[in-house]
């Protein structure tokens, strides 16, 4: 009676007799003699099921500690005026998901709708500044050549 094919004299063979990097022989937990070939493709399927239920997981896991980040995350970033209003200040302590953090920030003011126009005038007049600062230094440059053409005509008549 032959003796049996032993796992690593089976791998052995398979791994001499395939030089091919997209097949990777597996064990089943079948006799030696029936194996099943994975294609890398399989393989990346079987990793990203894996690597979606790790995300899963670590969502899972982050989800209380982000829900309990959320109001002081507001506080700083998109409110921060509610230090001095006590009561939005207590509600926003006591909102205990993300939707209730939400309803408890104030609503942005109506100035925010005119910004562009706002922006608009505000860049104008900068730029009438601007050109009011310029024309003012090319008159001073005219004064002080004048100043000194007077002090020139002052000296040579006093010399």
Known sequence: MPAAPT??????TLHNGTQSSTLVPVSSPAPAETSEELTVDSLRDLLADS???TVGSVRTALLPYLTLMAPYQVQLSISPPLQGDIRTQRRLN???GFDQVLAVVPPLSDTLQNLP???????AQLEISR???A?????LVSFQLRVKSMETLLNKSTA
């Open 7 to 12: 796992a690593a004299a089976s791998s052995a």
């Open 51 to 53: 690597a979606d239920a």
């Open 94 to 96: 006591d909102a205990l």
């Open 117 to 123: 126009h706002a922006v608009g005038e505000l860049t």
């Open 131 to 133: 050109e009011e600062g």
């Open 135 to 139: 024309a003012a230094k090319r008159g």
